[in-house]
């Protein structure tokens, strides 16, 4: 990044990330969606085995890698319910 003035430029900045990651609560997954082929590439689970699942929302971070939050990790701090987080880290060639 740089700035001049009032105006930041971005420098090297990444090529577009061209997969979309959806959330499949019921399924206890995260599914990975190529944008431009409409194919669907993988779909992942969230938790291991005996381990509450529910996938809320997913973010891309500048690596591509994919982040997702469980909602249904199964206890209770006084009246909330806790979950878990999980990244992705996927290499992707093209």
Known sequence: ??????????????????????AA????????IDTESREVKGEYRTAPN???LSPSRTTVDSNGNVWTGNREEGGYIGTVQYGSVVKVGLEVRI
């Open 1 to 22: 990044m740089e700035a001049q003035g009032d105006q930041v430029t971005l420098i090297n900045q990444a090529a577009p990330n061209k997969f979309l990651w959806l």
């Open 25 to 32: 609560s019921g399924r206890g997954t995260i599914i990975k």
């Open 50 to 52: 005996g381990m509450g």
